[in-house]
């Protein structure tokens, strides 16, 4: 937490000064109130002398302005700070997570991150702005109160030495028993975040299959578990409030009753008594205070943690020193894959087991196989979503670790099996690949994934607004936008992991049409179940476990693969199989 503060509060230097220095002035304009008051009753009020009231008055309303104007001067300097260090941790935070391999994102879960890029950083931003506008005021008020009280009387100040201590005491008995369960909160809240939303990704699913029972039984479960956890916490706070007024109660009846006998002897005024009550008042009140200052520094500790395990990771993908791009002109395969082998957990079972291929420029491959057989995965190794475990790829003639990923992906376009959408419109959804695309490349794309007759129809066409995840459209909608998406900007290597699941055959069919009537300069992958969509490929890889089952033309495998044949025989008949 604190070299996370150093490293963002270093921008912010001068005004976090500045916001103390002010808080500071207010903590000396609020000492001199208490014997401002004194002298007012000593000298105004018990000498029946008018003039000296008003006098003493209009001093304690000076004193209550200044203090009044330089709280705002810090206010707007905390608030200055805070919502600087806030935005910049949000957007370091941001591109880290962009930044991350698949891995990394695996690793952490997607909810946690959520979690962490909001909730986390407003537990800090909150822990910033009371540090600068508290971090002051109740550590010198009260060392200021102490000292302001023994200079009234040192005999008084004997009670100070009894009620302090005992302050503290049920501070830190509270404070070590609680700090624990912040932490536990963070992790619980991390739960609560999962099963949210997996509730609302799922919801149709899960209302399919009638689960509401099931599902809100266990969200009420975790949020219970979170729950509890908070009513713990509540729990010991709530003895701090009481246990510490207790005690400074009992010190204000102690200094009264012996006050009130000093002054009977003329050894104390009244006014020096009413100070005397004042100062332990604001000494005491100020060890609750901060109290809750260590309960809000707890959470914001506990929160930069979480933070700095994001910022501090290294992402599990490299990007690659690069080379020259006219390297790329001469390279006739546009895809190598040598013994390649994969796994997503470390010494877990392999999803890939020693896959060898070549592809040249211009070819399309079509890769075909079982649910599991590690076809997606493939596809994810070639545009680097993740590295291999073992073996190499080769894009253009270059593994992929040499590239930067911004250079293979902008030769690289992927369509996933999940059509994602982001809000905005279809023209912002599709110039992600080249945001300074005409309307008529466009046009063309949409021509080529057969989505320009329905984006036609749309009252605004390309500036039809496109909601969150693009709900507003269907799913076979949603999936020509993202092959449109692709597209654009004509990629070297265009990859469709089973992006045309939703389409109907004959839609399926005159985008294969349209795909093979394009750039003949583009190499592609098609992975998908249906046999028609990649019968007509110059290739087919044929996966079964995560193993190489076979590998040729359509017909060369109906000879020699079996496990292909079945495939085909499954789907079409003999007569169209054969055709």
């Known amino acids: 937490m604190l070299e996370l503060m150093r490293t963002y509060l270093a921008a912010y230097r001068v005004k976090t000064l500045l916001g ?61 700070v805070s919502q600087g260090v806030g935005t910049r941790l949000r957007r370091d935070l941001y591109e880290k997570v962009n930044a991350l391999g698949a891995s990394d994102v695996d690793h952490f879960g997607t909810p946690s991150l959520l979690t962490r890029l909001t909730n986390d950083t407003s537990q800090v931003q909150v822990a910033v702005a009371l540090g600068i506008r508290q971090l002051v005021r109740w550590p010198f008020l009260a060392m200021g109160s102490m000292a302001a009280a023994l200079a ?12 302090t201590p005992l302050v503290a005491l049920v501070f830190w008995l509270v404070m070590s028993r609680s700090v624990p369960y912040y932490r536990m909160m963070q992790a619980k809240l991390d739960k609560v975040s999962v099963i949210c939303r997996e509730a609302l990704s799922g919801v149709r699913v899960i209302r399919a299959f009638r689960r509401e029972g099931s599902e809100a039984k266990r969200f009420v479960a975790a949020a219970n578990d979170q729950a509890d956890t908070a009513i713990a916490v509540g729990r010991l706070s709530a ?6 007024f207790l005690v400074m109660d009992l010190g204000v009846v102690a200094i009264l009753w012996s006050g009130a006998l000093r002054v009977s002897v003329g050894e104390l005024t009244q006014g020096e008594v009413v100070a005397f009550v004042n100062y332990m008042t604001q000494t005491l009140l100020s060890i609750v205070y901060v109290a809750n200052l260590i309960v809000v520094f707890t959470r914001g500790a506990a929160s930069g943690q979480r933070i700095r395990e994001v910022l501090d990771t290294q992402p599990a993908l490299a990007d690659g020193s690069g080379f020259d791009a006219q390297e790329l002109d001469g390279a006739t395969c546009a895809l190598q894959l040598e013994g390649v082998s994969f796994s997503y957990a470390q010494d877990g079972q392999p999803v890939l087991s020693d896959v060898s291929l070549s592809l040249g420029r211009g070819e399309t491959l079509g ?46 376009a992927l369509v996933p099996q999940k059509a994602t959408l982001v809000s905005g419109s279809i023209r912002s959804n599709l110039s992600w690949r080249d945001p300074r695309a005409s309307d008529g490349e466009l046009w063309h794309a949409l021509e080529l994934a057969q989505a320009a007759d329905f984006v036609r129809a749309k009252p605004s066409g390309l500036d039809e607004t496109v909601e969150a995840g693009g709900s507003n459209f269907s799913g076979g909608q949603r999936q020509r936008l993202t092959i449109a998406r692709a597209l654009v900007g004509q990629p070297d290597l265009l990859l469709l992991d089973d992006s045309a699941s939703a389409l109907d055959f004959a839609t399926d069919a005159r985008l294969r049409a349209a795909l093979r009537g394009r750039d003949p300069g583009t190499t592609t992958l098609i992975v998908s179940q249906r046999v028609s969509a990649v019968m007509g490929a110059d290739r087919i890889l044929v996966l079964d476990h995560g193993r190489v089952a076979g590998i040729g033309t359509h017909h060369d495998l109906l000879a020699s693969c079996g496990l292909y044949g079945e495939i085909c025989l499954s789907q079409l008949s003999a007569k169209e199989a054969c055709a």
């Not at 004193?63 to 707007?76: A, P, R």
């Not at 009234?152 to 030495?161: P, Q, R, V």
């Not at 003895?239 to 510490?244: F, H, I, N, R, Y």
């Open 152 to 163: 009234i009387d040192l005999e008084l100040g004997l009670i100070f030495a009894v009620c």
């Open 20 to 80: 103390m220095v002010g808080k500071g002035f207010e903590v000396v304009f609020e000492l001199m109130v208490p014997v401002v008051v004194a002298r007012m009753i000593d000298e105004g009020v018990a000498g029946h002398n008018a003039s000296v009231v008003v006098r003493y008055g209009i001093l304690l309303a000076a004193l209550s302005v200044l203090g009044y104007c330089f709280t705002l001067f810090c206010q707007k300097m905390a608030s200055l």
């Open 367 to 412: 890769i075909i196989g079982g649910t599991g057989s590690g076809k997606s995965t493939l596809v994810n190794l070639v545009c680097r979503l993740y590295d291999a475990t073992d073996g190499t790829v080769c894009v253009f003639g270059h593994d992929v670790r040499e590239w930067r990923l911004g250079d293979l992906r902008s030769h690289v």
């Open 239 to 244: 003895v701090l409030s009481p246990a510490t």
